[in-house]
């Protein structure tokens, strides 16, 4: 987790960026199913999920950008809070989820992994969760400073980047309505993850 997050910062591709992330959240699947525990497992499961939702949306996201701009770059990137700003606001909702924010799905993984490391006494555990999840902001802010506190391109007319079009905008969105709607509302998708991990135990003892 903490080494491909580390990886991920350095990176100035944003696909890269976001594909070393992947392998940071698939370290926290692998951590839940770990423990051997109720809570463990619920949130590795529900993770599983979690992670498929923020992580499309972003992509999706990036995807709006390389289509109008052909950017794939951070320093490519100039301004598109300005330019593009239903797309950047997508890619920040998405963003926000993968560090872990309050009410969005990354936190409710997240805190199932951090639970589950107190009940076996694992503090040191508890806290690389913890530590993984400070460095998303790090490279997850690179992208936001450079959209929104940066100047855009000058370029006007037939050339000026413009906002990606609705039917990229829609499918892009309903997911990240969804990361903050199962992030507030937990009943369906970490319910089930829990009667999957109780079931699993069974299966095992």
Not at 83 to 97: C, E, H, K, N, R
Not at 141 to 157: D, H, I, L, N, T
């Amino acid at each position: 987790m903490v080494t491909a997050s580390l990886v991920a910062i350095f990176q100035n591709n944003i696909k890269r960026m976001l594909a070393y992330s992947s392998v940071a959240q698939i370290g926290y699947m692998v951590l839940g199913i770990s423990f051997a525990s109720v809570n463990g497992l619920t949130g590795g499961i529900v993770h599983l999920f979690n992670h498929g939702l923020m992580k499309c949306a972003l992509f999706l996201a990036l995807g709006c950008i390389v289509y109008r701009c052909g950017a794939v770059h951070i320093d490519e990137m100039r301004g598109l809070g300005r330019t593009m700003p239903w797309t950047m606001a997508a890619f920040v909702g998405g963003g926000l989820s993968l560090i872990g924010v309050p009410m969005t799905v990354g936190f409710v993984s997240k805190w199932y992994l951090v639970v589950a490391a107190l009940e076996r006494g694992f503090w040191p555990v508890a806290a690389v969760v913890l530590f993984s999840s400070l460095l998303a902001v790090v490279y997850i802010w690179r992208v936001v400073e450079v959209a929104y506190f940066e100047a855009p391109s000058a370029v006007e007319g037939e050339g000026a980047v413009r906002e990606a079009p609705l039917s990229m905008l829609v499918p892009v969105w309903a997911l990240v309505v969804a990361i903050f709607y199962f992030g507030i509302t937990t009943e369906l998708t970490a319910g089930i993850a829990r009667q999957a991990a109780e079931s699993l135990l069974k299966v095992a003892s």
